[in-house]
């Protein structure tokens, strides 16, 4: 009797089980092969792009052109549209930071690139300070140039800053360990993670960082307390004008990351999928709707952030802004993440 | 015979003959013998007290979550630490619960989550950040009248969040995280990529703070974030800041100034889970035993002090909060979510645990006092 009690009980835990993790492998499938690496492909594609448009530039002996502008502009919106991604080859030998070394409020930036300026380049752009190898300084030689005597150093940052974008797609796909495998196919000592569960969860963890960061960072810190009391040059990017254009592009990488990279009218994908998987229609249809609106508030915004900062009209639709990405960070982690099974601890993520 | 008079060598063999399950003191029932923050279950955080058996003696409640919790010796004040970037802190009693004093802060300071005592129980020196240069800074109060403010010292370093002191001769060891914070980005670090850690001490009485430890360039990621002492033996326990693939040491573990700190290493398996991050870590009472909660690993390890072999670990899902407990060996744990409070007996023989729910609290906090 004890035999048969035994294998009835397996008989009702199994299929629930393995739906479980059938659902869990399909939604990092679609998380990384719809979201991530496509996403980490337009950026390798947008800094070879860049580096070439430098190159041709320089070459006519100019640099700040306005195909080397558009170039940039691209480059790094494709760079924000994965900064949702934050585990795995970006983390590597500090390639987030040498990317985009922000916030910067010691202005190590300028400092550093003084020197490089007045070197005249580095010996190996990779092994120069951190602060002088990403958008930020390049951003400088581009939208306060001094001119093509900027060119030597801007040639080094446009091209490290593909070959990294490289070096992170090939981390995700190739060689002994690809991260992508370690998401995959956790448990098989290919990578850190032992179950889907927590793949989907060390993924969903930089969603919600991205949306964190654009509240923190991108947007509360320009904003301050009041009009009289905001601090324009704290935006990100506020020298080329793009922060709000980074700002939705990281919208739309999380949203495109939510969907799993499926546009409209693709069958679902992602954590849309997902949820719809475990009947939980209504709370995916809202995500749906947060995004949206979301997504419609960041384009409604005129002009560079850091002028809508001291505006007072614009600054209503920016702190309308603040509310809604408050909103999707907190449905994220309070109805996504436990629909799907995430338990964030209380201890494991506290930071300290 | 006591327990320090004996070389850790010799502890740790008395250790493994010593019975295994620790004993439920119920002697001291209806008296705290662990007060601690937490979550509770009917909503808000607060200050718990439990007795020996994990039954809870008192509840106070908190504004906002807790962090560090440290008794004053000689007295039965306990103070607790708002969570950073808090800025309350409760000195209450022991025994009751009962909010004796607050600590009035300065506008540009926050805290950091921890305070230590000095010896004589008539100062209490909190961590704090000076946010508007970014310096960190312990912060100096009289608990002799009413914990008024008397100064602050520089911490030697930037986000020093645990300070303890030694008990053998009154030196307060700072753990300088490194991590730049600032208010109006919350929790955020500002400065991953050029954070470096110090342990720094201050001799009793002294007005500055001098660096004794900061990490190879290799390591700088390595933040120094908690501290255990026992005589001159001082434990560090950090969270690395690169990839979570890297296995890099978590506990470092020093007794003298000047030579370099040995490694505390996990097995792989365990390593790997760790997602090389600790929260808390403890001396037993003789000093042979090294505890500590990863949380995000969800367990607790041990080692031997003597020579840093690994002794065992013990699975706590969200487990955090160590301290020292009754005896040689003994040590009280407690979970995140879950709610539970473990005492731990440890040895080279094994590890031994027994947990109690404590169905009051919804999640305990990252620290605990025994």
Redesign the interface.
Known sequence: MRVLAALLTALWVLPAAGVQAEASEALVLDLVDGNVLPAYRAFETQTETLSLAVEAACAEGALATDAVKDAFADAWRAWAGTRHVV??PV??F?RQ??IE?W?D?RN?TSRALADLRAAGGAPDIAEAP??VQGFPALERLIHQTEGAGDCPVARQIAANLHRMAAEILTGWTEGDRPFRT?LVAPGTGA??Y?THGESVT?LMTGAVSSL??IL??RL??PLGEGSDRARPKRAEAWRSGLSLDLIRADLTGVADFHHGGAGPGEDSRGVDAALRRAGETELADLMARAFRLTRETAATVDGPLAEAVVDPAARAVLEELVTQVSALKALIEQRVGPALGI?A????L??? | MTGSRLSRRAVLAALASLPAVPPLASASAGRPAVVTTAKLRGGGFGIVGLDADGAVVFVEPLPDRGHGIVRRPGGDDVAVIARRPGRFAYVVGAESGVVRAELDLPDTRHFYGHAAYSGDGHLLYTTENAFVTGTGVLGVWDATSGYARLGEIDSAGVGPHEVRRAESDGTLWVANGGILTHPDSGRMKLNLATMEPVLARVVPGGAEAERVLVLPPELHKLSMRHVAVHRRAVAVAMQYEGPESDVVPLIGLTDRIGAPPRLLDLPEALALRSRQYTGDVAFDASGAVIGAGLPRGGFFAFWAAEDGRFLGSVEAPDGCAISGGAGIGRFVISTGTGGRVGHVAASPAGIEVAWTRVPEVAAFDNHLAA
């Open positions: 585990k795995g983390t590597y500090d930071f040498r070394f916030p409020a190590r951190v602060a370690a990578g850190v032992f060390a964190e960061a923190r960072l509360k810190r338990s601890g209380f201890n494991a506290d930071g300290d």
